[in-house]
């Protein structure tokens, strides 16, 4: 019989292991003990399971029944408590490895590491948190030298990364924007700039985090720069982390600042269309809309995508033209002169909403303009 046959309630809802000692918790949850008091230990007050509060000292309950039919089960299956000793062997190996893990590290302690980051969970979260690993991913993560190490402490962190909000706010709160930002260097085979630019867009997901890392001096230039002289795959990712980042209104004129438009314009002609919805969001920014009056290629750019570009792509570049021009007779023009004008009559047919009401109001415009309604 293998480990998967035993039934899920034997299994501890942290560790997904066979509990060998099972506590219920006050929300009435069973968990293994050593899993439930390691959650408590780290400050956690809230149930893993409900995420509902628990009281400041909460009580341990032994659940001897369960304790029974477990030790019952594995008396009868004896197959099946090898492989669950297999299994235990193999995490006390996990445990072995992160606690000798220090820097420097080599290849194959950090591809553990990484082994745990991509088998997911709580139990692989938090072993990796207490025993600090993650400060030697970061430490690697800022050190060039091994690019090959690099590579792998990117890739685990960006594993944590992905195991929810709270991993994120906790690798910030770790040290995390500096080595990231570190390696936003594009060079010859080089794949760090596009991992951290990777890194930065899933740190980015939160709120908080948003503010903290465009606040830093080097990000946003750094990934201007990414935009402007990587391959494919680096703009790709430096214009997918500007996008999360430009949800915040401030990393906007950051944005506009660090000279992110021509950039995005350039990308934007080659078929990206991430690159024209990061337009659309700095097209509301004062810095942002002068940064694209003096764009080169702006107008018509905008007008292909909205030609000929997804759905979601004509939206952007038609808000980004609507906000453009509201306030530019010149932009106005050059707009009328792409044809413009006429595609927002076609488009104020449009099935999408947004799209028909960015059309019409664009097609007012355009029209208020061509008769001398803008200075």
Known sequence: MEVEELPEDFRCPISLEV???????????????????????????????????????????????????????????????????????????????????????????????????????LAAHRLVADTGAASVLLRHAADPDRPDLQNLALRALLHLSLEGDDARVGLV?????????????????????????????????????????????????????????????????????????????????RAARAGAVQPLVRFARDGSERAVRVLGLLSKCLEGKEAMRKAVGLVGVMAEVARAGSPRATEHALTALNLLCSDSKDKALQAIEAGVLDLCLVLSGDVNQKTRNNAIQLGLLLEKSRFGGLS
């Open 19 to 121: 509990m060998t000692d099972p506590v219920i918790l006050s929300s009435g949850h069973t968990f293994d003990r050593a899993s439930i008091q390691r959650w408590l230990d780290c400050g956690n007050r809230t149930c893993p399971l409900t995420k509902l509060p628990l009281p400041p000292s909460p009580s341990l309950i032994p659940n001897h029944a369960l304790r029974s039919l477990i030790s019952n089960f594995l008396a009868h299956r004896p197959v099946a408590a090898a492989a669950v000793a297999t299994a235990a062997s193999h995490g006390a190996d996990d445990a072995i490895i992160l606690a000798r893990l220090a820097f420097p590290s080599d290849r194959p302690s950090l591809a553990a590491v990484l082994r745990l980051a991509q088998r997911g969970g």
């Open 173 to 253: 709160a770790e040290g995390a924007i500096d080595p990231v930002v570190a390696a936003l260097r594009s060079g010859p085979g080089c794949t760090a700039a596009a991992l951290a630019a990777t890194l930065l867009t899933s740190l980015a997901v939160v709120e908080v985090n948003k503010a903290t890392i465009g606040a830093h001096p080097a990000a946003i230039p750094r990934l201007v720069a990414l935009l402007r002289d990587g391959d494919v795959r680096e703009r790709r990712e430096a214009a997918t982390a500007l996008y999360e980042l430009c949800k915040f209104a401030e990393n906007r004129r």
